[in-house]
Structures are given as C-alpha cells and as structure tokens.
C-alpha cells in the first residue's frame, strides 16, 4: 500500500474518531443540561456494633450502639432496627449528612436469664443475662423515686422505694443501692405481715454527667448539672420522614431532637409554620399554645415538645375561639376505606365495612360564640377524599360534680354501647397494679414476654407520660408477631353498681410505606383461611378458674385516635364473671396510654340538646392532588349534613367545610349542672393510595365507588353490591357536579449517564487510534 493510500485511510479513521467524540461530547452536555447526571444518592455502611456489657445482670439496662456512615454523595435518613433473638425490638431514624458517620444508641434490659443475639443490619454480636442469686424473702420492692432527676453539681439527691411484706410471717430483706455499678449503701429491713415501709437513701452529687440508680432488680437515674444550669430538651412529634426538623433558638439555626445543659434565662425558639414539604402544618406546643414561635424562662429542666399534624390521616377539625380558628383533632380515623380483615389461602383479601362515627369532645374554655352561633370548620389537609355524612353539635347538661365522656367506635361493638355520653366521677380509682409489657404471638398463641414494666405512675394521672409501644407491623413474620399488653388490676369492685374504664390513649399507625412491606409478608407465602393481618384489640378476664378468657367481640376494646389523644369512655359492667376484676388489655398496633382511671359512680341524669349545622363547602388552598371524579359542589351543603343517610358532602385536598352553630335557642343550665359540649361527626375517606388495603390490584384514586351503611365492606363486590343511586338520583344531579378529570400520566425521567462512561468511551476510541496507527506502522509498504 503507497503511503498516500494509508495516510489517506488514516485521515478517514481520524473524522471518524472526531465525530464519534463530538456525538459522545454533544450527547453528555446534552444529558447534562437535562439534569441526567445527578449526585450519588445516600448510601449507608454500618459498622462498630458496641454492646456495653456482656454478662448484664437480669432487669440491667445496657447500651447497644452502632455507627452508621453515609458514602453517598447527599444527605439520607438511615432507619435502624434492633433484633434482638430475630424479634425487632425498636427502630431509630437519623440524618446522616454526606461523607459523614453518626452513632445510633439503644437501651435494652432482659428480664429472662439466657443468650441475646443482636442484629443491626447486617452486623450481630451476644450477650447472656445471668441473675443474682435470689434471696428468699416475702419482700417485694417498688416504686423507686428519684428526686431530683436532675441536680446541681455538690447538692443531694433523695432515693426511695416502698417495701412491702407480702407473706404471713415476719421476713428480712437487705435493700442495696448501687450507683453507675457500684455500691453505695445496704439497707436491712424487717417488717411485719402486710406492713409496708419506704427505704430512703441520700446520695451527694459529685460527678457531672448522668448517673445509672439501682435498688436491688429496680432501676432509674439521674443527672448532675453545673450549679445555674438546667436541661432544655426540644423534640418535634411525630418523626418527620427525615428524621429530624429544623428550628431556631434565640436566632441559631438548631435541629431536633435538641438537648443542651444551658445557663437559666431567657431563650426563644421558633419552628416554622410548615415542614420541608409544605404539607404538614404546626399544630401546638406540648402547654397546648399554638403560636409555632415561644419564649420560656429557663429555670428548671425542661422538656419542650412541637406537633406537627402528619399527613396521614383524615379531615382536620378546628373550633372558633374568639380570636381565630383553633386545631381540635383529625376525625374518624375509624372511617378510613379499606381495612383489610383476612388474607385467606388463596391470596384474595376480605374487607371491614368500619364505621364513619366519631364523638369528639370539645374543649369549652376554646370554644366561644361568634354573633350567637358557635363556628367550627373540617378541612382537608392531606390528599385524601372525603364523605362526610351528618355532622352535629351536642351541648350536654351534666351534675357540677361530674365529668362526661364519650366512646370511641368500632364496627364489631354493639352499637348500644357506642356515643353514649357517661357521667363519671372528677376522683376515679386508680388501679391496684398496671404492668405494661410486649408479648410475642406465634401461630396466634401468646410464646413470651419481654420489656414488662411497673406502668402504675404511667397510667395514674394524665400528664402526658405515656406508656410504651411497638407497632406490630414491624413484626418479624406474619406468624410471629410483636403485639402489646396492659394488665391491670382494678380492686374490689364487687359492691360497685356498674364499672367504666376511662382511658386516654393515642394511636400511631406508623408510616403508610410500612404497610406495603407488612403486607406483602401475607402474600409472599400461603396463609390460613382468615388470618388476620392487623387484628384487633382484644380485653381479658380471669374465669372461675383463674384462666384468661376474652370478653364478648360486642364488648371489646376500641383503638383510639391517632395525632392527639383523647380520654373516652369504655364500660365494663357485666364483664367480670368473678370477684377477681384483673383485666387485661392486648393490641396489635402502637396504642400506648396516657392515663386509666376506674370509675363506679352511678350514671347521672344529664340534659342532652342537639344543633344541626348551617354548612357551606368552599376550596380554601389550591391543591395538586390527582384524585379524580364526581365531587360537591361549592356552596350551601346544609342539607347533606343533617342526617346519615348516604347523601355526602364529597371533597378532596384544599376542600373545607365551614360550619355553623345556632345557640339562640339553647336552655341555660339548670342549678347544680355545668356544660359540655361534643362533635358527632360520620364521615369516611380514601387515601391517595390506589390498592385498597395495601394488596394487589389497581383501583385508582377515584369518587367511585362509594361508600354506603350497608355495604359488607370496602371496596365491596360489584357484581353483588352497589351503591344506590336509584334512592339517591336527585342528590348526584343536584350536588356533585364538579367534575374533575384524572391527569394524563407522565413519561419517567430518563435514567442518569454517568460522566465514567463517557470518559471510557474517549478512552477506548483513543486506544484504537493508537492500535490503528501501531498497525499501519508495522504494515506499510
């Protein structure tokens, strides 16, 4: 070949190489500009599980702790679970900035000998619980108090525990005080039958920091401060998604959960109104004030707590006050669309038909007149559709020396004993005994228990201690299930006329994303025919012979309701087939408790007046929901809202519905009667969710199908049920008639291209120039 031929030839494969550049060049700045080439996302490594003991004693608290590093190149939310003999015990979210490594901590103490396996993510280590040689005494401890729990640095600290002998004859016991694991002080009592003592120990505060308390098999602590400086704890309820929420103190940029020892004074800290999104919107601080911004005088420990609503749920009701509108609740958690019952074996889902009443209590010294009618509002926050029913206003009468209260609601209790108003006792009995502790399910059988704690001073007075919980959809499989348990003993309450259980309680139904995940461990197996997924609360009594049995499904405990607790009403008169009045209280789900109190006062007259509504739907924020359908017009809805009768005022986000009370025609209280007030409202919605209870299958998020009272349940069969639209045809023509279409789906966004392919393709076309030329070299003529 001449080597004008090959440098001919080579000028060739030069153009070409030239343009296979430039194409790989225009399509990177091309893909570029389309923002292809986005930063590795947050990618997480776990390392260092640290157990701080390895021989603990039983009943002794120790600390797991893990590290968790980000190698992604943004910042993530990482969640932890901590296994514990492959049964996940508790879970943590944390922010993990880019690059970065965040330790995560537990507490855990065992109250069974043996060998603990831990798993975090994918690494594990063990531990064995070995117990102190007992002594054999009658003496039971309890009620350990420490005061103060936090304490300036030189001054004293006062430890105490009650002790009671609990057998028939004289008996000793040695009381030991132990202080971060080591001894402090030993104590020996005797005491008489049934004669109880308390056990007073002082210890000076000499070391800052927090210090671990234990008093034989009972634990506590406390924290030494420097002398002028108190604790300011800042935590936001519930979790964001995130893990974590911004906010100011005096003007610094803070994120919670926030603990700082700070010097007394003056401090100021402000949330912001919305989270990140938007769409979550501050409701009130942990004092009830609703300004997201607050300044306190720091001159003790303090605990501060910001609620924010959590999208999740169902039209949000506020109350006029005087001066504006005022959050209440969200209402009828209870009507919620799509309850699945039973997973059979063959995969099909059976549905609860639920039931859309809620009573809510209405706090009187908010709610004031405005031009002699009484203004409260339901407003849908959360991309959800709403079917509001009846909605009503009922002013109670009621003795001065009486509270009321109503029920919660659930589909299996017999309707007679649902929105009733009781009259109850301002001093109800405090149980005996309250333990609360979580039991493992296998095959529906109760296998073992673990965590059981004294909840007596939990459950004794509402001030928003509450009890703990696990959500059971975090179970390990859908055979061996974490579910919770509250045992109670209530006293002597033979003579009591009747008996009602007050309770004020709070859900949390935990993320909707984990429902997916809890379900699909239903469907990626065969089940039994009626296997329940999210059973439902049950409550036991003791039988002639000291067995547990459950009480009649009429008469069963109800869920309460999610975002703010509330105190209700359960009646238990007739229950007890014995003298023996234990109860005992078991939930699936994350139910924990605020307060218990046992009431046997005999139900008082009260004097109940009912106001309809003057009712108005109007759009109060544009929304981008992409729910579609027949839904109500704007305007006067008065007449949807006077009775149940399947005639809805149909919404979605950005809809609310104002309404009116008239008190014009209200009797005052007689003498010797005071007043409540209550908001019956029915009212069911659906979640943006298209697969109804969270199985297969595609719905849409769609009006149709609707709801109605007789329907089995949700959604119903359609070749076999329907809506009746026959009875209701006037109401469709006249009210729904704003129509709004479904968008159109959007194509993707095209996946990344990352910036190493297009280097290694200029690499490999710069190869094969260079191996082009080599031969051309070795071969030319």
């Known amino acids: 070949m001449s080597s004008r031929k090959a440098l001919t030839k080579l000028k060739a494969i030069l153009v070409i190489d030239i343009v296979i550049i430039a194409v790989v060049g225009a399509t990177y700045v091309y893909l570029q500009s389309q923002n292809a080439f986005a930063a590795r996302p947050a990618e997480f490594i776990l390392s260092n599980l640290i157990i701080t003991s390895s021989e603990p004693d039983l009943g002794e608290p120790i600390t797991i702790s893990v590290n968790v590093t980000n190698i992604g190149e943004v910042e993530g939310g990482y969640v932890a679970n901590l296994t514990i003999n492959n049964v996940v015990r508790e879970n943590q979210t ?32 063990t531990f064995r619980v070995k117990a102190a040689p007992p002594e054999d005494t009658t003496i039971a401890l309890s009620n350990l108090e420490i005061d103060p729990h936090e304490v300036w640095l030189g001054n004293t600290v006062s430890i105490n525990v009650t002790a009671t002998n609990q057998g028939a004859e004289n008996d000793s ?22 004669e109880t003592t308390i056990v007073q120990f002082t210890v000076n505060a000499t070391v800052e920091g927090s210090h671990k308390v234990r008093v034989n098999t009972l634990f506590g602590s406390f924290k030494t401060v420097p002398v002028g400086t108190y604790t300011l704890s800042i935590l936001i309820s519930p979790t964001p998604d995130e893990g974590y929420a911004g906010f100011t103190l005096n003007g610094q940029d803070q994120r919670t959960p926030y603990t700082e020892v700070l010097p ?105 007149l405005n031009n002699g009618y009484f203004n409260l509002s339901l407003t849908q926050n959360w ?5 509001v029913d009846a909605a ?25 004993y649902m929105g009733k108003i009781y009259t109850v006792s301002k001093n109800p009995l405090t149980p005996v005994s309250a333990f609360n502790e979580k ?65 004020k309680a709070i859900v949390d139904w935990g993320a909707p994303e984990s429902y997916y995940l809890w379900m699909n461990k239903f469907y990626s197996t065969q089940v039994p025919d009626k296997t329940e997924p999210t059973p439902v609360p049950f409550m036991e009594v003791k039988d002639a012979n000291g067995n547990w049995v459950r009480v009649p499904e009429s008469r069963q405990f109800p869920l309460p309701p999610d975002g703010v607790a509330r105190t209700y009403v359960v009646n238990l008169t007739g229950l007890f087939p014995t003298n023996d009045y234990s109860l005992r209280i078991s939930n699936f789900w994350n139910v924990t408790f605020d ?38 017009r704007y305007g006067d809805v008065t007449e949807l809202l006077l009775n149940e009768d399947d005639e809805f005022v149909i919404g979605r986000q950005g809809d609310s519905i104002s309404l009116q009370y008239n008190a014009g025609n209200l009797t005052a209280p007689a003498p010797g009667m005071e007043r409540d007030y209550f908001f019956f409202v029915a009212a069911w919605f659906k979640v943006e969710y298209a697969n109804y209870g969270f199985g297969p299958g595609n719905n849409g998020f769609t009006v149709d199908p609707l709801p109605f009272r007789t329907m089995s349940g949700f959604p119903y069969p359609l070749d076999k049920e329907s809506y009746p639209f026959d009875d209701h045809l006037g109401y469709f023509q006249e009210y729904n008639t704003r129509i709004i279409s479904a968008p159109p789906e959007q194509a ?34």
Not at 383 to 387: Q, T
Not at 394 to 407: E, F, I, R
Not at 754 to 781: C, D, E, G, Q, S
């Open 173 to 194: 016991l040695t009381v030991r005080l132990l202080i971060d694991n080591l001894f402090v002080e030993n104590n020996r009592i005797t005491l008489a039958p049934s």
């Open 383 to 387: 991309d959800e559709i709403f079917f």
């Open 94 to 125: 944390v922010a993990v900035p880019a690059g970065e490594t965040v330790t995560m901590q537990f507490t855990d103490a065992e109250t069974f000998e043996g060998n603990y396996q831990v798993k975090i993510g994918d690494l594990s280590g």
């Open 392 to 416: 009503y206003l009922l002013v109670v009468d009621h003795p001065v020396g009486q509270n009321v209260y109503s029920t919660m609601v659930e589909q299996y209790i017999d309707p007679e």
């Open 439 to 503: 039991v493992i399910v296998v095959n529906g059988t109760v296998t073992s228990s673990y965590d059981k704690v004294d909840a007596l001073s939990a459950i004794s007075k509402a001030d928003g201690v509450f009890t703990t919980g696990f959500n059971g959809k975090y179970s390990e499989a859908w055979n061996n299930q974490t579910w919770n348990r509250l045992t109670l003993n209530l006293g002597n309450l033979a003579s009591a006329p009747q008996t009602n259980l007050v309770v």
């Open 264 to 368: 007394g004074g003056t401090y100021t800290i402000a949330f912001p109104s919305t989270d990140t999104t938007g769409q979550n919107a501050f409701l009130y601080w942990e004092d009830g004030s609703t300004s997201p911004t607050r300044t306190i005088t720091l001159n003790k420990p303090t605990i501060l707590v910001a609620y924010y609503e959590k999208g999740t749920s169902c039209p949000s009701l506020y109350i006029w006050n005087g001066t504006g509108f005022v959050y209440v609740s969200e209402v009828s958690n209870h009507g919620w669309l799509g309850y699945t019952r039973y997973v059979n074996a063959d995969g099909s889902l059976e549905y609860w038909r639920n039931n859309p009443w809620d009573y809510i209590p209405l706090d009187k010294s908010q709610l004031q």
């Open 595 to 632: 307060y218990v109190g046992v009431d046997t006062s005999i139900q008082q007259n009260v004097i109940v007046q009912r106001i309809n509504p003057q009712a108005n739907l109007s759009q109060v924020f544009l929304s981008e929901s992409t729910s579609s359908g027949n839904f109500t």
């Open 748 to 781: 993707p966004p095209p996946e990344p291209f990352p910036i190493t392919w297009v280097i290694a393709i200029i690499v490999i076309v710069i190869v094969a120039n260079i191996a082009i030329l080599v031969y051309f070299r070795k071969h030319r003529r």
